[in-house]
């Protein structure tokens, strides 16, 4: 009975990742959302002029890293 459940929490486990593998992604933004920038070091310049000119405005940047 026990090997049934750890196969069955196993087997929820991987569908969700499953899910989350083809449904989310990276690189897809809900409909309305700018896309996502990658950042790289010639990007740099033009995300600083973007941040200052929304200064009247909540302003988020998120650092995401897979670790």
């Known amino acids: 009975m026990k090997r049934f459940w750890i196969a069955s929490v196993f087997l929820v486990l991987l569908a969700a990742a499953g899910y989350i593998f083809w449904n989310g992604r990276p690189g897809k933004t809900p409909p309305g959302q700018p ?5 790289k070091s010639a990007a740099l310049e033009e995300i ?3 941040f200052n000119r929304a200064s009247d405005r909540v302003r988020v940047i998120a650092l ?4």
Not at 64 to 67: A, G
Request: zero cysteines; hydrophobic letters at 35%; charged letters at 25%.
């Open 64 to 67: 995401l890293s897979p670790t």
């Open 35 to 39: 896309p996502l920038v990658e950042i």
């Open 48 to 50: 600083k002029t973007e």
